[in-house]
């Protein structure tokens, strides 16, 4: 069975940086790329990050491109995400994801 499970969110100012982890198991996760997708108070899923299966190409949303950076560290079956220079409106619930396979997400909340 596939578990991803998020962590390392939390309650920051704005200008701020977290990094998030999510650790996956029942799959061989360095056979897959991986996503991290996030969800705003009231609105729905918005894609943020990609990276490949050996972190050598990454991709990332215009809304957070040059401020936060996703690596993977397939020896430990961990995915991460740093985030700088967070602002007001990337206050969500932050997913890792696995096609359409989710965990339970990590809250971030930019607030002065």
């Known amino acids: 069975e596939v578990q991803l499970v998020e962590s390392g969110g939390g309650l920051v100012q704005p200008g701020g940086s977290l990094r998030l982890s999510c650790a996956a198991s029942g799959f061989i996760f360095s056979s897959y790329a991986m996503n991290w997708v996030r969800q705003a108070p009231g609105k729905g899923l918005e894609w943020i990050s990609q990276?490949?299966?050996?972190?050598?190409?990454?991709g990332y949303a215009d809304s957070v491109k040059g401020r936060f950076g996703i690596s993977r560290d397939n020896a430990k079956n961990t995915l991460y995400l740093q985030l700088n220079s967070l602002k007001i409106e990337d206050t969500a619930i932050y997913y890792c994801?696995?096609?359409?396979?989710r965990g339970q997400g990590t809250q971030v909340t930019v607030s002065s």
């Open positions: 990276i490949n299966i050996d972190g050598t190409s990454t």
């Open positions: 994801s696995l096609g359409e396979v």
